[in-house]
């Protein structure tokens, strides 16, 4: 359905066309935090890296609020807006261990550790960066990712790469000595989202999955849209402060909020494919990104308030990764 916002950001830029998930009145947050965000959890943020690595095995057990292959892309990014009003960084890590669990074969393939952190990685530029050879009952992954989102912190990965028969989708154990991790970085402790440094795959053994790998436009895609979800999460937790000036901005990104929602529910109605949201995702995230600086506009007198001040670091942190978030 598409309708024509009224609401916008305060310098007076149209909020572009919206497509509504309901009635326009935006999340009930509650609920989805409910569904989501498990109560050991609500209201307290993810904190240090070491109580974020628990959370996230928190959020990764039965318990929590990663199911796999529940609901599809709509539940998922549900999750995601839950999660990043909650804390950026575990938001952006459940939000790849996820969407991983959710390529899997079934629940609990045989190399799924109970103790794995996962992700999903695209090479930067071509789909062919990352290549497969068949190797016995594996294949031989060979290939470079730049500055992965989580690298130093995820422990396997699923990758799309591309082999004789077209492309793959491969999980992928970071431990192998065949992965050369480079990077700046003197230690690789603690809970890393802007790794600086890439990760080069020498022939490394990579499980496949059964399920065929998107189209790289397809996934590309789709990492826009989860992007966006992860942005306007962050934002819906600014507006939930006590700064007056950001509150008043609470129906414009609860709209974008109900954007998301409703694109990815077409996402999918359209199946596997994922081709059911086309320009839709790249408008809706350049609006996003509008509303998230018009945003960090309005706090930026706000110094003298930690938890103002906090939200509104996670907020940049989300619009600096929400283009590189899956």
């Avoid at 199946?271 to 086309?278: L, P, T």
């Amino acid at each position: 359905m598409d309708a024509t916002s009224t609401a916008g950001p305060p310098n007076g830029r149209p909020a572009g066309p919206r497509h509504s998930s309901a009635d326009g009145a935006g999340p009930d947050w509650a609920a989805l935090d409910a569904r989501h965000v498990p109560a050991q959890l609500r209201g307290r943020g993810g904190g240090a890296p070491e109580d974020r690595r628990a959370a996230l095995r928190l959020l990764a057990s039965p318990a929590g609020g990663v199911v796999p292959g529940a609901g599809g892309f709509g539940e998922r990014l549900d999750a995601v807006l839950a999660w990043a009003r909650l804390d950026v960084p575990l938001a952006v890590l459940a939000a790849g261990h996820a969407h991983a669990l959710d390529l899997m074969d079934h629940p609990s393939p045989p190399y799924l550790r109970p103790d794995a952190i996962w992700a999903v990685w695209l090479p930067d530029g071509e789909p062919s960066a990352l290549t497969a050879e068949p190797g016995g009952p594996v294949y031989r992954l060979t290939g470079v990712v730049g500055r992965p989102v989580g690298g130093g912190t995820v422990t396997h990965v699923v990758v799309a790469a591309t082999g004789s028969e077209g492309r793959l989708l491969l999980a992928v154990d970071l431990s192998h000595p065949r992965v050369v991790v480079m990077s700046t970085l003197s230690s690789r402790s603690g809970c890393l989202l802007e790794f600086p440094g890439i990760y080069r795959f020498e022939g490394v053994p990579a499980t496949p999955l059964s399920r065929p790998a998107p189209p790289h436009d397809v996934m590309r895609r789709l990492l826009g849209l989860s992007g966006s979800a992860l942005v306007v999460g962050a934002a819906a937790g600014l507006t939930a402060t006590a700064h007056e000036a950001a509150a008043r901005m609470t129906p414009v990104v609860d709209e974008l909020a109900d954007e998301v929602r409703a694109l990815a529910r077409i996402v999918d109605a359209a199946g596997a494919g994922g081709r059911g949201a086309g320009p839709e995702v790249s408008d809706l995230a350049a609006r996003v990104r509008v509303v998230a600086a018009d945003l960090l506009t309005l706090v930026a007198d706000a110094e003298g308030d930690p938890v103002v001040a906090g939200r509104a670091a996670q907020l940049e942190l989300a619009m600096r990764l929400g283009s590189r978030t899956y």
